[in-house]
């Protein structure tokens, strides 16, 4: 009875071992896809303004021209929307993750 307690233990230990590989793993993907948007968005100094409204990622920028729009879909994004220099991404989830990275950047 006791071995078999002890490969339970084992197993779970393993499972939480990749579980944990995973969401790091996810994360440094995570930093490196916002690195490619600020990028595809024209650049740090490109962003003026951005906010998050649920799943949008609301960004105001100095050129609209310098946005990569295409790069941005192929990337992920649902949808995207311009109004004057302001574009409004549908990017789920990863909206407050890349809202964070730009306010680290400009810190």
Known sequence: ???????????????????????????????VDSNRLVNFLGGRENIIDCEVNKSRFIVTVKDVKKVNKEAIQKMGAQGIVEIENQLKIILGEGAYHLKKYIDDLNK
Do not use: G, N, P, T
């Open 1 to 31: 009875m006791d071995i078999i307690k002890i490969q339970y233990i084992i197993i779970v230990l393993v499972l939480l071992i990749i579980a944990l590989a995973i969401v790091k793993s996810r994360k440094k993907e995570f930093k």
